[in-house]
């Protein structure tokens, strides 16, 4: 009996090591593994997404979907990322007057103090990614209301990502933070 029970002890620890041992390991999309934390009341919803989270090259989750008037909330996590607007044809390049938060939330573990927003004006689809440095080529890529039936889907959109080759193309700072503004982290000590 108690040699059987330290048997499956050792089978579920290994299992565990497995896991652990595959986390840092790029891990590409993340679907289900954290869904969009939604608070306050509509029409400011806030929809919360990790940047990094556990130091994937990864946004959680990486396809959002957001009525008008509700809020995308990006918390960074170790490593330093940043979150900035494409165009859908080229998911590695900052689209001209698009969003883009710059580089100022490097932490060496939790989160970063500070989290960048933007409000969602009207249901057009938004494309982001992550411009430090080959991130966004290994898909570190998000969407807020993808269109399925026209195609232009987050899959699709995390495909073209993937066939980019090299770093991402930013355009200076000031031509940036459109829509996005920076407030202090409201939960630097949740889900990190
Ligand atoms: C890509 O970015 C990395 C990190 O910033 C840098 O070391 C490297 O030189 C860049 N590569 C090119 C081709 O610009
Ligand atoms: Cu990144």
């Not at 108690?2 to 565990?16: D, E």
């Not at 679907?31 to 130091?55: F, M, N, Q, W, Y």
């Amino acid at each position: 009996m108690f040699t059987a029970t330290k048997t499956l002890a050792t089978i579920l620890l290994a299992a565990a090591a497995t896991t652990v041992s595959a986390a840092p390991t790029a891990t590409y999309g993340g679907a289900g593994k954290l869904p969009s934390r939604t608070t306050g009341d509509e029409p400011a919803i806030t929809h919360t997404v990790a940047a990094g989270r556990g130091g994937l090259l990864e946004f959680q989750p990486f396809n959002i979907e957001a009525e008008v008037g509700s809020v995308i909330e990006f918390h960074f996590g170790p490593l330093s990322h940043s979150v900035v607007q494409s165009s859908f044809e080229e998911p590695c390049v900052q689209l001209p007057g698009g969003f883009n938060s710059g580089f100022n939330f490097g932490v060496d573990e939790g989160q970063a103090e500070n989290v960048y927003q933007f409000t969602i004006k009207d249901k057009t689809p938004i494309w982001f990614f992550c411009g430090r440095a080959a991130h966004c080529s290994t898909g570190m890529v998000g969407s807020v209301n993808q269109v399925v039936d026209s195609g232009n889907t987050i899959d699709a959109f995390i495909a073209k990502a993937r066939m980019f080759q090299g770093n991402a193309t930013l355009l200076d700072e000031s031509a940036g933070d459109v829509e996005g503004r920076v407030l202090p982290n409201p939960d630097p000590l949740a889900g990190f």
